[in-house]
């Protein structure tokens, strides 16, 4: 019965978190803001009034200049890189496969600072990161291709390393190099991840690669299952493996290309929510992948909350995903073990 009831019930509830997620989104910041407040700027026709056109001002300007851009930005990112997440671990039949498996954050990230260091516009720096991370993943599958004889899935990840540790390097010899004064700043706030800078246009480069690399996910998401059975068996069953593990690798990528291009590098969440998405729902990929879409756009908008609110000044979100993220994955561990 309870389990009937949990069945039941869990859905509902993922969407209860995720807006209330939303709700203290909006009403938390360095300006305070009530519900009624946020009820009269996107429902005019309400019967809540301000004091003043004054307050309704400066409203509009903290609730759908800044406050927005940065939820549709968090919701963005946390649906993103969890998706993604899920996907590499369901191909990769890992748990501890992220998306910067492939060297997609190293690629993007190499990509972000070559721009900061050569003094590139905004969104010419956004286009190198997003370029970079597609590059690095093109370089890793392209290893992975010389290397025929040995397990491909094995050879991917070993190859994602490898490349993910040279391109790394180069960003530590940047960082190095880059003006103290102008340019490390910068660098290491990109390099940490947040959104204090996303703007609406951001957003609207980044959402088709998004549904794009989301739409073949969806699509395929009965098939996946069949990647976690080895591959001689899936490929009985009329499965061709080394074709929808292209078509994986493509996807999941763009997600996480688009998104670390304007966010930076954040890490754990790709990790973590499809771990909590899994004791939740299970392994069948139909329920886990929406399952983590909504936890991982809640978790990410939670944080960026906490990010821009904690403190006077804003703390990067890369930092608060990995004090948070890695002891919940010992957690997580932990369960796991008792539940064996």
Known sequence: MNSIFWRICRW?????????????????????????????????????????NADTQTLEVVLMQIRLPRILAALLVGAALACSGAAYQAMFR???????????????????????????????IQIMAFSGGLLAVLMVYSVSTILKRHDPVLILVLAGVAVGAFLSAFISLLTILADPYSELASITFWLLGGLGSVSMSDLYRSIPFILFGFVPLVLLRWRINLLSLPDDEAQALGLNTKQLRRILILAATLMTASVVSFAGVIAWVGLIVPHLARLVVGPVFSRLMPAAIMLGAAFMLFTDTIARSASYMEIPLGVLTSLVGAPFFVLLLLYGRRSI
């Not at 910067?100 to 690629?107: C, E, K, R, T, Y």
């Open 12 to 52: 509902p509830l993922f969407v209860i978190l995720l807006m209330a997620s939303l709700w203290l989104a909006l009403v938390s910041g360095s300006y305070p803001v009530t519900w009624g407040d946020v009820v009269h700027i996107f429902m005019p026709a309400s019967d809540h009034t301000l004091g003043s």
């Open 94 to 124: 890992n748990p501890l496969v992220s998306p910067d498996i492939l060297g997609v954050s190293a690629g993007a990230g190499l990509g972000a600072v070559l721009g900061i260091v050569m003094g590139f516009t905004p969104s010419a």
